[in-house]
């Protein structure tokens, strides 16, 4: 099993503009979670879905979108890139709906590192 | 405003000794507490977890204490190795929903051989 498998792994960006990170997991589950992680800060919640269709924001959602059209895919949008945008980020998906143990198993993805100039 | 604080930011210990992160959190219905280990240039990994009803969890060399009354929780490494050289984030969650995590800021760890 791949697990949640994330692309682009690099990405460089100008000011301005927009791009699409893909997170797909094959491993069923409900839940999926986008994050960042900057120096210092620990990682944060952007936005994230409970099922297939359904999406909220999370701690820092401005200047993001996303959008779970498939149960194994979840997608990241960035408009219009900002500096401050220049981070690694995480997607990671639970089961949601499993016993106690299994469902608050997060599962995350290897990073996309993103520079925006 | 941060719900979990995790201190320290990083910490240096020898081979065999023991590494202690501390964490703390405000909400008090928070009901599960993970710990997540990191290596470079990877993701974050589940490590040991525990739930308010229980004060200790022990998995190998890795012991998860809490404190409810404190609203606080720690994460004990023994004999600590180089490869236990990463960082590691405390994290709360309220059940109920979407099980969304709230993570401490990190801390680095590095184990000199």
């Known amino acids: 099993n791949a697990g949640v498998t994330q692309t682009p792994k690099f990405r460089v960006l100008k000011t301005g503009q927009s791009m699409t990170l893909l997170c797909a997991q094959d491993?069923?589950?409900?839940?999926m979670y986008w994050y960042r992680q900057d120096p210092g800060m620990g990682l944060r919640l952007i936005h994230y879905s409970v099922g297939e269709g359904t999406t909220a924001k999370g701690e820092v959602p401005d200047g993001y979108n996303v959008s779970r059209l498939k149960k194994q895919n979840f997608l990241l949008g960035l408009e219009s890139a900002a500096p401050s945008q220049t981070s690694v980020y995480f997607c990671?998906?639970?089961?949601?709906?499993?016993?106690?143990?299994?469902?608050?198993?997060?599962?995350f993805g290897a990073g996309t590192r993103l520079s925006v100039l | 405003q941060q719900q979990v604080k995790q201190s320290p930011q990083s910490l240096i210990v020898q081979k065999g000794g023991i590494s202690i992160i501390n964490c703390a959190y405000e909400?008090?219905?928070?009901?599960?507490f993970p710990w997540y280990q990191q290596f470079p240039g990877k993701g974050p990994a589940l490590l040991i977890a525990i739930r308010p009803d229980v004060s200790e969890k022990k998995e190998g060399r890795f012991t998860i204490s809490f404190n409810k009354s404190a609203k606080q929780f720690s994460l004990h490494i023994m004999d600590s190795q180089p490869g236990d050289s990463a960082t590691y984030f405390c994290?709360?969650?309220?059940?109920?929903?979407?099980?969304?995590?709230?993570f401490g800021k990190g801390m680095k760890l590095t184990v000199n051989p």
């Open positions: 990671a998906s639970s089961s949601g709906t499993s016993g106690f143990i299994a469902k608050n198993i997060q599962y």
């Open positions: 909400n008090t219905a928070f009901d599960y």
């Open positions: 491993m069923n589950h409900e839940y």
């Open positions: 994290a709360a969650s309220l059940q109920g929903g979407s099980e969304k995590l709230v």
